[in-house]
């Protein structure tokens, strides 16, 4: 079955830095776009970034554009989520997604596979 594992997650300091990774297994990893998205207590799930299959066609909601970058290495199957200067309201859990096609969407249905999700808190 298609599994999806995040790591990286923790604790960090305003202004700091945390690198999610997302490993794949059970389909053609390079043939889908991914995305992540976040959860904080008591919000909906929001739409963070996504990619396209090849790496070459990215999305961010507005909120991250110039601190966090969405990067893929189809030859390990991953999915990466750099984060810099985070800032407090970033702190929730953040999950990472497998597109059914390889449409670079913002919608949480555009996505067919969900990992377990894993927590990023960030300090004042």
């Known amino acids: 079955q298609v599994q999806l594992v995040e790591s990286g997650g923790g604790l960090v300091q305003a202004g700091g830095s945390l690198r999610l990774s997302c490993a794949t297994s059970?389909?053609?990893?390079?043939?889908?776009?991914m995305g992540w998205f976040r959860q904080a207590p008591g919000k909906e799930r929001e739409f963070v970034a996504a990619?396209?299959?090849?790496?070459?066609?990215?999305r961010y909601r507005d909120s991250v554009k110039g601190r966090f970058t969405i990067s893929r290495d189809n030859a390990r199957n991953t999915v990466y989520l750099q984060m810099n200067s985070l800032k407090p309201e970033d702190t929730a859990a953040y999950y990472c997604?497998?597109?059914?096609?390889?449409?670079?969407?913002?919608?949480?249905?555009?996505?067919?596979?969900w990992g377990q999700g894993i927590q990023v808190t960030v300090s004042s």
């Open positions: 997604a497998g597109g059914l096609g390889n449409l670079v969407s913002t919608w949480h249905a555009s996505y067919a596979y």
């Open positions: 059970g389909r053609t990893f390079s043939s889908y776009a």
């Open positions: 990619i396209d299959r090849s790496g070459g066609i990215t």
